[in-house]
């Protein structure tokens, strides 16, 4: 069965560092999607990308953050400048028409 | 503004009964709900969904309800098994038949004891 993959599993950087979360959404969406979840909490929208743009941007999602699809099947999301409150699990989403499938998480530690 | 709690945290159930989690929104707009389980360490798994000009949707084994009268919603778990133990979320959308922004409540987290 088709899935949402995400590398790494666990990313651990230091303030101020640039980290880039991976993301391969199942081969035939058109819709990808980050969401992220600080420990015990909701998940909570990031960005939609569609066509090569964003569709919707969250209010966390300032310009230290950024979405590229460099290629046919990657979709990554870049923190240019971490903080330590960007410390949270990060989501991959993707879907066709429905219902949005969620990758594994990648897990941000910001020392 | 748009918000979708839950009113419970927390339910704890035998293996066997069936549960009932609900989860209360607030944006008028919305008009597609689905229902998330979140396992520990893992992502949000999709168990079912319901466009706002249904009231009842079921699953194998789990129905979910919509009263918008109310703006809430519900997803019942029938003979809840220990695998069910995760944490459920609610989430709320506008449906545009693929874009979506979707705005989770808090979750609700199950525990089901054998």
């Known amino acids: 069965e088709p899935e949402v993959t995400q590398t790494p599993s666990h990313q651990v950087t230091q303030m101020g560092q640039e980290v880039i979360l991976r993301c391969v959404p199942i081969?035939?969406?058109?819709?990808f999607y980050w969401y992220r979840q600080i420990l015990g909490q909701k998940v909570e929208f990031l960005v939609s990308?569609?066509?090569?743009?964003?569709?919707?941007k969250s209010e966390i999602f300032d310009d230290q953050f950024s979405v590229e699809r460099p290629d046919g099947s990657n979709f990554t999301l870049k923190i240019r400048s971490t903080k330590l409150e960007d410390s949270a699990m990060y989501f991959c989403?993707?879907?066709?028409?429905?219902?949005?499938?969620f990758g594994p998480g990648t897990r941000l530690t910001v020392l | 503004g748009e918000s979708v709690g839950l009113h419970l945290p927390t339910l704890s159930v035998q293996e066997g009964d069936n549960s009932i989690i609900n989860c209360a929104y607030s944006n008028s707009a919305s008009d597609y709900f689905i229902w998330y389980k979140q396992e520990s360490g893992k992502g949000p798994q999709f168990i079912i969904d319901?466009?706002?000009?249904?009231d009842k949707r079921q699953g194998q084994r789990v129905t979910v309800l919509l009263n918008k009268t109310v703006k809430h919603l519900s997803l019942q778990i029938a003979a809840t098994q220990p695998g069910d133990s995760a944490v459920y979320f609610c989430a709320e959308t506008q449906f545009q038949g693929g874009s979506e922004k979707l705005v989770f409540g808090k979750g609700t987290k199950l525990t089901v004891n054998p």
């Open positions: 989403a993707s879907n066709d028409h429905n219902e949005q499938f």
């Open positions: 081969s035939n969406h058109l819709y």
């Open positions: 990308f569609y066509n090569n743009e964003i569709s919707e």
């Open positions: 319901i466009r706002s000009n249904m």
